[in-house]
């Protein structure tokens, strides 16, 4: 092959591949090296740190004002409650919208794609008179508390009813019917013989789920307004909101310990994510 169609054909392809990843990597260097900039300001961060230093880490666990501990269990709670919920809830409504036939399952499938088209934050006024209510009624569920801020988050519990419906019927019906002819139910056939086979699409809907909450923050600052309930998202937020310019450098280093659950996560999952979108984008 000569060079010219070698570039024509080729090499062009690894200057775009190039030029995606050098655009991708630059914020992240940057994050990183503000992140170990023992000054923590914008103006003296540099892309490649002049000085290493873990004073900006040290600083968000020895801070009474900031919390970051309690952020960050009260992050996985919410994102673990949630994520089961949702995976769950998906799961069984796709098992029914794809092996059964009723009147409204057309209907049904087209309402949650088309409640999924409007984004939460319209409901949110609705949202915050409704748990402002409830919480004199029954405290432990009203604002200012992650048990109200799971239930808001927990209405989404749909969310991916149309990617695991989608693996579900690329799966063969004769595996119900033969089940069913061996005396099987309903949930013996989901739990025992659909289940196992479901484990590539759940691994990414949860990896969808775990991600989409892990960076909810309108809502979870709306809702968790007192330190000891926030999540780390809005914790972050409330630390260079006063002074964004000298605490670069302590959002920096909360964005990296928050990015570990989910970089574990994803290695945990990766065998299955590539499988999981693949089989759940066959059918429709």
Known sequence: MSRGRWWREVGWRHVVGLAAVAFAV??????????????????????????????????????PSRPFGRWMLNTLVVCTSVTLVQV???A????????????????GLLALLL??????????????????????????????????????????AFAQVWLIKGFFDSIP????EAATVDGAGHATIFFRILLPLLVPIL?????????GVISEFLIASIFLREAGVRTVAVGLWSVIEND????????AA???????????????????????????????
């Open 203 to 211: 691994a990414v809907t949860s990896l969808l789920a775990f991600v």
């Open 244 to 251: 964004r310019s000298n605490n670069l450098g302590l959002f």
């Open 115 to 156: 409640i999924q088209m409007f984004p939460q934050i319209l409901a949110t006024i609705a949202l915050f008179l409704l748990f402002t209510d409830l919480g004199e009624v029954i405290p432990a569920i009203g604002l200012n508390t992650l048990a109200g801020y799971v239930l808001v988050m927990c209405g989404n």
């Open 173 to 176: 019906a004769s595996l119900d």
């Open 88 to 90: 769950t809830c998906s």
């Open 254 to 284: 909360g964005a990296l310990l928050t990015a570990i659950p989910v970089v574990l996560l994803f290695q945990y999952l990766q065998r299955f994510i590539v499988g999981g979108i693949t089989a759940g984008g066959v059918k429709g």
């Open 26 to 63: 630059f914020p992240v260097l940057y994050i990183v090296s503000a992140a170990f900039n023992p000054l923590g300001s914008v103006v003296s961060t540099d892309l490649v740190p002049r000085q290493l230093s873990l004073v900006n880490f040290q600083a968000l666990f020895t801070d």
């Open 92 to 107: 069984l409504a796709a098992y029914a919208f794809s092996r059964f036939r009723f009147r409204g399952r057309r209907g």
